[in-house]
């Protein structure tokens, strides 16, 4: 299983707590360690036609200064886990970085995103696709493997909104169902039925594809 895009959040705690007194190392250091994470979300997710107007470090670089900037203020109320707090701020940017360059609202910015097909991105579509069919009946072959990946990606493409970024979130960010939950608002059972209704949502997709590909 591809582990997390995220820090280890014991590492995490340790830092915040050397934050908290001030310590300018830590805080140094907690960003540090955040960096290349917000840099493989940004690339990931960011509109590919917008990655050729936009360089992905100055996006990562805005969003680091902002968190820095409000360190202080999450520092006295931590309303969720460090990486959730990061992982929105660099949501929210590209968010503006994409309707400064697209002219298009939040809706549109995952409807015009296809599936970064590369690096840990390619290894968590191949797993969700292995995860949707029988054990039993799992390609081997690379080529097969990235044929299945290609349908999966297709299908999540076709998705609403919510199905897409919950997947996004369990599947290719590796977040647990109830960091899913702190992200969102909603409760862990609220996370929890959102991604089974995605899954199947997707597995029907698959499937609906399938046949008109046969018919």
Known sequence: MTASLWPQADGTETLLAAARTGDEEAINQLFDRHRDPVRRLVRMRLDRRVQQRVDVSDVVQEVMLEANGRLQNYLENPVMAFHLWIRQIAWDRMIDTYRKHRGSAKRDLDREQPL????????????????????????????????????????????????????????????????????????????????????????????????????
Do not use: C
Not at 184 to 196: K, N, Q, T, V, W
């Open 116 to 215: 970064y097909l590369g690096g840990d991105a390619e290894k968590s579509t191949l797993e969700l696709a292995a995860a949707l069919q029988d054990p039993q009946l799992t390609p081997q072959a690379i080529a097969v493997q990235r044929e299945l990946a290609s349908q999966v990606n297709a299908g999540i493409e076709k998705l609403d909104e919510q199905d897409r970024e919950v997947l996004w979130m369990r599947h290719f960010e590796h977040l647990t169902n109830q960091e899913v939950a702190s992200a969102l608002g909603i409760s862990d059972p609220a996370a929890s039925m959102r991604y089974l209704r995605a899954i199947r949502r997707l597995r029907e997709q698959l499937r609906d594809d399938k046949d008109l590909s046969t018919s």
